[in-house]
């Protein structure tokens, strides 16, 4: 299997753009044959819509179905939209169960219901049973592919099941132990097996200190659970504790990926499908509601700086600040966002100690805003040489940013607290919330404080 270079990738996309032109489905077998999936699906990235259907219309079943595997939902959908039934229920043949009810979960329900009759029973009914659970859980992401043995087995029949197995499953990670009832009692690695006698149980060179987790555990909390413990696979167990599945590293590497594109796609209040998308029309549609929500805030700020008009007339310096208000305000609360977000996400940060980190986040925006008020009052004292003005202005940006880094704080955990992704704190909201509600404390203090510095 040859691996490709993202220098040497480039060149390539170039060839079967030609190639493509031109319909040459020898020359285009031939590039692809020894590429690795990975790489394929690279390539099919930099092609147009209808070249990259054209292209993995033409890849042979085996290859197709480790594409596939590969690729972003939005992609799977395109390649998918022209292929038969046939071609689909033989792609799903020949992926891991996991992979397999992605795949089918992408399908429009009809065609679903025909590729699952199609494919052999034993595949249908994994991918079934799959099916039933959330997808974004260790139900959803889960494979049934692994290899267990009885505690009472030997050495030597467990190195039989092993050998047996290895043609299905290719790969085997782990072992794992279960009693009679299939209940999960532990694990034995394949070092140990070899070392073992023939005849000795496995109870007797079994690991019982092991993690597992429920099938309804969500995504992220294992991929936490990976990260800490430095895991490479871990099995999946129902609420019986019996064996049903087990969560490999790849498929957390995806479970991290996929996180990280939908976090940064609510970050900036658009939608991770874009990428894939070529119709302007179409962004432009994902786009337009989030901008929309930003318009309708700013609307909202210039009608609190028109219920200030008379303040603003009389002393037009005034208005020489508001940007400075509305900007250290949207980026304090934007900080205090992100760090809180990418802690929830981590599992640095838990919903036992918010309070804890609400007082963190109370000390810190104190200091900067005490700082920054400061640093306001000289600016205005040297600049207008209006040095009681300056101290208005700064006490009331010292406000904003409070209100600002703990509004920005606190949203994340109450989100999490409801069962949203703090990640929608971030981007549009908190800036357009942050734009209104600071403009609204600086000119309700400035117009307050106006006989002190006239």
Not at 338 to 343: E, K, L, P, T
Request: with cysteine; hydrophobic share 50%; charged share 20%.
């Amino acid at each position: 299997m040859r691996y490709i270079s993202d220098t040497d990738l480039g060149e390539i996309v170039g060839d079967i753009r030609d190639l493509i032109d031109k319909q040459n489905q020898g020359a285009l077998l031939n590039i692809l044959i020894d590429i690795h999936p990975a790489d394929i699906a690279s390539i099919l990235n930099g092609l147009k819509k209808e070249d990259r259907k054209y292209l993995f219309g033409i890849l042979p079943t085996d290859t197709a179905s480790a594409v596939i595997a590969e690729v972003d939902t939005p992609i799977v959908e395109q390649l998918l939209q022209d292929i038969s039934e046939t071609k689909i229920s033989d792609i799903v043949d020949q992926m891991n169960s996991d992979d397999a009810a992605d795949l089918i979960s992408d399908l429009p329900n009809e065609i679903a219901d025909k590729v699952l009759d199609q494919i052999p029973d034993e595949v249908s009914e994994e991918v079934k049973e799959l099916l039933l659970y959330e997808e974004d859980t260790a139900g959803g992401i889960m494979e049934l592919e692994y290899v267990s043995v009885t505690a009472t087995s030997t050495v030597k029949e467990a190195i039989k099941i092993i050998r047996k197995a290895k043609d299905k499953l290719g790969k085997i990670h782990t072992v794992w132990v279960i009693d009679d009832h299939n209940v999960l009692l532990g694990d034995v690695s394949l070092t140990d097996l070899v070392l073992a006698k023939g005849k000795e149980k496995i109870l007797a060179v079994m690991n019982t200190n092991i993690k597992s987790v429920e099938t309804d555990l969500d995504q992220e909390d294992i991929a936490i659970m990976f990260r800490k413990y430095d895991l490479m696979v871990v099995p999946v167990v129902n609420w019986e504790k019996q064996l049903v599945g087990q969560i490999t590293f790849d498929d957390i590497v995806d479970v991290l990926d996929e996180e990280a594109s939908e976090d940064i796609s609510l970050f900036a209040g658009a939608n991770d499908e874009e990428l894939q998308e070529e119709s302007f029309l179409k962004i432009s549609w994902f786009r337009l509601p989030w901008l929309l929500v930003a318009f309708i805030g700013q609307i909202i700020a210039a009608l609190v700086i028109q219920r200030f008009e008379t303040t603003l007339t009389h002393i037009i310096a005034l208005t020489f600040f508001m940007p400075v208000i509305m900007a250290m305000g949207g980026n304090s609360g934007i900080q205090s966002s992100i760090i809180v977000i990418r802690g929830l996400a981590t599992g640095e940060i838990s919903m036992d100690n918010t309070w804890r980190r609400f007082f963190r986040e109370l000390r810190v925006s104190i200091f900067i805003g005490f700082i920054f008020a400061c640093l306001m009052t000289i600016v205005i004292g040297i600049w207008l040489q209006n040095y009681t003005m300056g101290i208005m202005v700064g006490l009331a940006l010292n406000v904003v940013i409070i209100q600002a880094s703990l509004f920005g704080g606190l949203i994340p955990f109450i989100l999490k607290r409801v069962n949203v992704d703090p990640a929608l704190a971030s981007g549009p909201f908190i800036t357009t919330f942050n734009d209104i509600l600071g403009l609204l404390i600086y000119l309700i203090i400035i117009t307050s404080t106006i006989p002190v510095y006239m």
